[in-house]
């Protein structure tokens, strides 16, 4: 409530008349109560102003940005429904896919050589397709920091990461019919022991160490951009027929020439009818090569400028 001016005022004019009407003797009496009465008329002034005067808006910490969508992956039963439904319309269709010679879910721009009469692979991403690094995140969001890979290496090393519901059994069911399962992850290839420990801790199937291929694997004749991992894929096409594709970005299935949301929509588009045959889609709120597109790729820029422009793209449907 914000304070009257009224009452001040109004002892001000009372005091005026009683300093008027008062004997002689008085007056020092007077002049000290019509000066109190002023100094309560600017204390009350002042109170006012100052609650008139809006509150600067709240900083938000960088890691708020992603409190829902962690806080969604870990405690959602919507999440876990989602990711296990994935992984059992897969495994429901292992048998057709082994059974369809010239079935592959490469592109035909990664597929060097014939498929046919090679093993049978699936190919997966690591995190947040088969390990859950939500935790990880959840500790950025409560020291109130970003991603570095100082932090990332050392999460890793815990080998803490739980199996993404549904991945297990699916694996298991793979396993079962000889399809070998392929590891392709942006983790840098120093990480491969503690991801392989912590795959093979969890439940999944890990035939060699060759079957995790991370990122600043050598491809021989083929130039790798950046995090793309069109290298190896080509690479585990040259031993295996890929039955199928896991993953919870687009660059997980094909390579993304130009991380723009028209270009992305375009690729989508382009594949839209492998998703859900050879391609299985994980969902994953909490990062990814769509939010960069946002910003136009740039994480040189401040938070809160990133954080903006990401506002920005909102659709309010005007």
Known sequence: ???SLYAPLSLLACTALALSAC????????????D?????????????????????????PAGDDNLNAVLWMQRSEEYRAVAEQTYR???DKLDAALKQPNWDAL???????????????VVLDVDETVLDNSPYQARLLRDGKEYDELSWDQWVAEKKATAIPGVVDFAKAANARGITLVYISN?????????????????????????FLGLGTVVQGCEQNGSEKNCRRQLAGQKYRVLMQFGDQLGDFVQVTANTGQARGALLQQYHDWFGERWWMLPNPSYGGWEPAQFNNDYAQPW????DAKRAALEVAR
């Open 89 to 91: 319309a897969a495994a």
């Open 23 to 34: 004997k002689p003797g008085d007056k020092e009496l007077a002049q000290r109560a019509q």
């Open 1 to 3: 409530m914000r304070p």
């Open 107 to 121: 592109v035909p721009e990664e597929r060097g050589n014939a498929a046919t009469g090679l093993k049978p692979a």
């Open 304 to 307: 809160q400028q990133r954080h």
């Open 36 to 60: 109190a009465a002023v100094s309560a008329n600017a204390a009350a002034g002042a109170a006012a102003a100052k609650t008139a005067t809006p509150p600067a808006a709240a900083t938000v």
């Open 187 to 211: 983790r840098a290839v120093h990480l491969k022991d503690a991801t392989l420990a912590n795959l093979r801790s969890v439940g999944l199937p890990v035939a060699d160490d060759s079957v």
